[in-house]
């Protein structure tokens, strides 16, 4: 079991910056892969970057791409989102999630946090 809790959302201007923040609990956290998608409202939860145990592994959706950065710490049990570049296009709620395949499905993911909302303003 892994627990997993999102922290670090909240509102932001066209242009600015935040860093995502999810605490994974338990001893396993580096035997995960580890994603982070975003849901807008009346959209699906859609894939925005993922990255393996060793986190030497990285992608990310086209959208986000040249912004965003995702990186983990397993001596901390935490997996970071680097938002850089933001636009009002990316708000919506951020989840982080655990896994055992790196892939772009989000029901192939075995562990979600609760999400944490971020707002672009124009």
């Known amino acids: 079991q892994v627990q997993l809790a999102e922290s670090g959302g909240g509102l932001v201007q066209a242009g600015g910056s935040l860093r995502l923040s999810c605490a994974a609990s338990g001893r396993t956290f580096s035997s995960y892969v580890m994603g982070w998608f975003r849901q807008a409202p009346g959209k699906e939860r859609e894939f925005v970057a993922h990255l393996s145990r060793s986190g030497i592994s990285t992608n990310y959706a086209d959208s986000v791409k040249g912004r965003f950065i995702i990186s983990r710490d397993n001596a901390k049990n935490t997996v970071y989102l680097q938002m850089n570049s933001l636009k009002p296009e990316d708000t919506a709620v951020y989840y982080c999630?655990?896994?055992?395949?790196?892939?772009?499905?989000?029901?192939?993911?075995?562990?979600w946090g609760q999400g944490t909302q971020v707002t672009v303003s124009s």
């Open positions: 999630a655990a896994g055992v395949t790196l892939t772009l499905t989000p029901s192939l993911y075995n562990y």
